[in-house]
């Protein structure tokens, strides 16, 4: 009797995850199917639009392309290979930073010239948002601070906290190899 | 035909017997792994050849005890055909013992602490304090991005696959310890569960032990997978809080540890492809034979089965016939999930693996190292697709060369 019951409760549980696990995945395509969160109109989109430069794979970092026309890049042709978001101590390349955006994540890079506990307070900014943002050196810049989502740029001379939260939180997953939820490039309306 | 008559002495010195169910018993060797289920008189008969009797002492024996002819030599001879007993001669040299993994032959009393009460308490924290992390901050939950761990596509995949194949051996090897310490050997094999390859512990010999004590074995990869769970998302959690300073690349190692380790777990609550979870229920359930039974009762329904599945069929066990009446149901869910899976993320993977590796193979200079990353990532991709299909065809053979 005792373990006619034990099996009924451990099938029930079994049964159970299983079923969980399985629907997990067609879950994550349901809610993306069912999604009805509208994006945020152009104007409460903080930074500046920028033209659409393309999205075509490159074969490889070297190989000729077109050139940019921001700088940093906000879109154009990429690298296939991935930069996930995170901290990062070394310069990401220009053609792996589209593949950044493209993904929909959102870029904050920094000059030499930003002092070393502003440094501190982007990669702390990166470390609350760890699925949206790359925060990287990127002395190309010249100067200041640079904010890049796909076909989005917004430059700081200094560091601006709130700024910077509000590019990441309003500008990250806009894009995801595609407009999501209605979001628009903001150029072309 | 053995070498046994009826004035041989078995050798049963090695064998269990264990009351399964009223007029049940199993009987076998837990060291090989194979087992027979036998009446009370078989049972008795084992008993009588572990005493020392001969064949015809221990038929005469029981004769007396139940007032019944017993034809023991045929009883024996059974017993050598389902290889649970040795049927040279008793005077022959014994059998060359079989060969095990030796992580399985480590002394019961060193390895018991690992899976005693103290140690399943540890392992149950670990499991409830990584979901109470996961909740706190779902950032830390796995994504597959996690595995590209570097720019670099193919060094992401050598180093995540390579992690995948330590920490999978690390799960077997909590299997295999697990076993020791109830004293059964085991052996590591490659095997195939529907779609996916996976790595194997045999540990056959854990149904001559009681049901209660089985689940731990079965549970150990478990255990061990939920402990290294916690400790790559630990780190990740007090990082993500500003508790403690950790380089980057650590931090993305971490996640990518996570996310494998989460991807096997969730494998094993697969239980219609028989994994740990599917042993557990079984034995729960007091299952023998629950997963042939039911993919043969659902087989029958669109294809004639063999002879050999009739009979299996038809001697199936009272409780794997009633609980297949509605784990058929999971099964079927399974296999239609599996086909799901293959459509929406197997063929999408491999359509964006190989159209990059051809992007790359096309494009970059011939013999460079992007060129070579490029045919590293097409043999890559397709050992992983051939895997199974390999397992499959080597099945086959063993099954055909059993059968000749």
Not at chain 2, 128 to 133: F, G, R
Not at chain 2, 152 to 168: A, G, P
Not at chain 2, 353 to 379: D, K, M, R
Request: net charge neutral; with cysteine; glycine share 8%.
């Amino acid at each position: 009797m005792k373990r006619r019951w034990l099996g009924t409760v451990v099938s029930a549980v079994v049964t159970v995850l299983s079923v969980a696990t399985m629907s997990s995945l067609g879950v994550g395509v349901l809610l993306g199917l069912t999604d009805d969160t509208a994006a945020l109109s152009c104007d409460r989109v903080p930074g500046t639009p920028q033209p659409f430069e393309g999205e075509r794979h490159i074969p490889y970092e070297g190989a000729p392309h077109e050139p940019y026309r921001t700088m940093p890049p906000t879109s154009g042709p990429h690298s296939p290979r991935v930069v996930v978001p995170g901290i990062y101590r070394d310069p990401v390349p220009a053609e792996l930073q589209v593949h950044v955006l493209e993904h929909g994540h959102v870029l904050v890079q920094y000059a030499p010239d930003v002092p070393a506990a502003d440094v501190d307070a982007l990669e702390r900014l990166g470390r609350r948002h760890p699925r949206d943002v790359v925060v990287a050196p990127y002395p190309a810049l010249g100067q200041g601070i640079g904010l890049t989502g796909w076909q989005r740029l917004h430059r700081l001379d200094r560091l601006d906290e709130r700024a910077v939260e509000e590019f990441v939180t309003k500008v990250a997953g806009r894009y995801d190899h595609g407009w999501q939820d209605g979001a628009t490039d903001c150029v072309s309306s | 035909m053995s070498g046994l008559g009826l004035d041989s002495r078995p050798r049963v010195g090695n064998l269990v017997v264990r009351q399964e169910d009223e007029d049940e018993y199993v009987v076998g060797d837990p060291a090989t792994g194979t087992f027979v289920v036998v009446g009370e008189v078989g049972a008795r008969l084992v008993e009588l050849f572990a005493a020392g009797r001969s064949v015809a002492e221990a038929a005469d024996e029981v004769e007396r005890q139940t007032g019944e002819p017993v034809d023991a030599l045929d009883f024996v001879e059974v017993l050598v055909e389902a290889g649970v007993i040795d049927g040279r001669p008793d005077d022959a040299a014994a059998a060359p013992p079989a060969r095990y993994w030796s992580v399985s032959r480590i002394p019961a009393r060193l390895v018991r602490p690992l899976f005693g009460r103290v140690a399943w308490t540890g392992y149950v924290a670990a499991l409830l304090a990584t979901l109470v992390m996961f909740a706190a901050e779902p950032s830390l939950l796995p994504h597959y991005e996690d595995t590209f761990i570097f720019p670099d596509v193919v060094l992401s995949l050598l180093i995540t696959n390579v992690v995948v194949v330590v920490l999978t051996i690390v799960h077997e090897v909590w299997h295999a310890l697990a076993g020791a310490a109830v004293g059964v050997p085991s052996r590591l094999r490659v095997e195939r569960r529907g779609i996916f390859p996976v790595l194997e512990t045999d540990l056959t010999g854990l149904w001559a032990l009681p049901p209660e004590r089985r689940y731990g074995p079965f549970l150990a990869g478990m255990a061990i997978d939920s402990v290294l769970l916690f400790a790559a998302v630990a780190p990740r959690f007090a990082w993500s809080r500003g508790w403690v300073e950790l380089p980057p690349e650590l931090v993305r190692f971490l996640a990518m540890v996570v996310f494998s380790q989460a991807v096997k777990l969730a494998f094993q609550t697969l239980a219609y492809l028989r994994t740990d979870m599917y042993l557990v229920m079984a034995t729960a359930t007091g299952c023998r034979n629950l997963h042939q039974i039911t993919r043969l009762s659902l087989k029958r329904r669109i294809r004639r089965l063999t002879a050999e599945e009739n009979a299996i069929l038809h001697n199936a066990h009272g409780t794997d016939l009633r609980v297949s009446r509605w784990y058929r149901l999971l099964y079927l869910a399974g296999l239609i999930w599996m086909i799901w899976f293959a459509i929406h993320f197997l063929w999408p993977s491999a359509k964006v693996t190989f159209g990059w590796a051809a992007g790359v193979l096309i494009g970059a200079p011939l013999a460079s190292a992007y060129w070579w990353e490029g045919i590293a990532l097409l043999v890559f991709a397709s050992f992983n697709i051939l895997l199974p299909l390999g397992v499959i065809v080597r099945n086959r053979r063993r099954t055909r060369k059993a059968l000749a």
